[in-house]
């Protein structure tokens, strides 16, 4: 499938850097983490939303609220635990613990040119 230049949709994406554990005032662990992304990154992929249920049963995402994102194979930095934001800009300025992003990565399956993958809506509050 040929994708044209002019279909692209600006969307920006977070990488997952790593993961450290919370303390309490004594310095004892509490066991819970935070998470840390990477600066937002601006770039042009073809986006559509998932019109049937077929297309993500194997995610067990609802298809209403499903992206399908056409990127090229060559250089694709994402994988399935970065974030997106679609429809909106990162805010300003930007918190690598506290994103408030609105889309996450639900699966990616490769072909032979290109890469398509799904992302979920996601409720940050």
Not at 3 to 8: G, P, V
Not at 23 to 44: M, Q
Not at 104 to 125: C, H, M, Q, T, W
């Amino acid at each position: 499938m040929r994708t044209l230049e002019r279909n692209k949709q600006t969307i920006y994406y977070a990488l997952y850097e790593g993961k450290e554990p919370l303390t309490d005032e004594y310095g004892n662990p509490t066991g819970e983490y935070e998470i840390t992304y990477s600066f937002p990154v601006k770039a042009a992929w073809n986006v559509g939303f998932v019109e049937s249920d077929a297309e993500v049963e194997m995610f067990g995402i609802k298809a209403s609220s499903t992206l399908r994102i056409v990127a090229p194979k060559d250089g694709f930095p994402l994988d399935e635990a970065s974030i997106l934001w679609y429809g909106k800009e990162p805010k300003t300025p930007y918190d690598p613990t506290s994103p408030e992003h609105n889309y996450a990565i639900a699966g990616i399956r490769p072909s032979l040119n290109e890469l398509v993958f799904y992302a979920r809506k996601v409720d940050i509050s």
